[in-house]
């Protein structure tokens, strides 16, 4: 689900000032909103570790905006900032039918930050 505030245009105020350090402040300062824990903006990245069974973990886990996918992320990896999951042996926190449908939206609202910052 996805809260409508953060869809309204003018729930960044002044988007034109916004650079990669607030929106990492941005995003943090929303994850660490434990209550509004499933609909604050975050990135999701998907664990690559290969487990004693050879098959790949797999499981998404929450990340603060700035980290991105990459091929040897594993779970172990979001220690800082959510040291819960941070473990291959943690169930994901969400569906991954949820976590996908998150990806989605995050992704779009990544697009209209960048065509904010083409605009300056
Ligand atoms: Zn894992």
Same mark, same amino acid.
């Given at each position: 689900?996805?809260?409508?505030?953060?869809?309204?245009?003018?729930?960044?105020?002044?988007?034109?000032?916004?650079?990669?350090?607030e929106m990492t402040n941005l995003s943090l300062q929303l994850s660490l909103r434990r209550e509004d824990k499933k609909t604050s903006i975050g990135n999701w990245i998907q664990? $690559?570790?290969v487990l004693d069974t050879g098959a790949i973990c797999g499981k998404w886990r929450r990340a603060p905006l700035f980290v991105v $996918?990459?091929?040897?992320?594993?779970?172990?990896?979001?220690v800082l900032w959510d040291p819960i999951h941070a473990d291959c042996a943690v169930p994901q926190e969400l569906g991954t039918a949820e976590v996908l449908q998150q990806l989605k939206y995050i992704n779009k609202l990544k697009l209209r930050l960048d065509s904010y910052k083409q605009k300056r």
């Open positions: 689900m996805v809260r409508s505030n953060f869809c309204s245009d003018d729930y960044f105020g002044e988007p034109a000032e916004l650079d990669a350090t664990c $690559q570790e $996918q990459s091929s040897d992320w594993d779970c172990s990896c979001s």
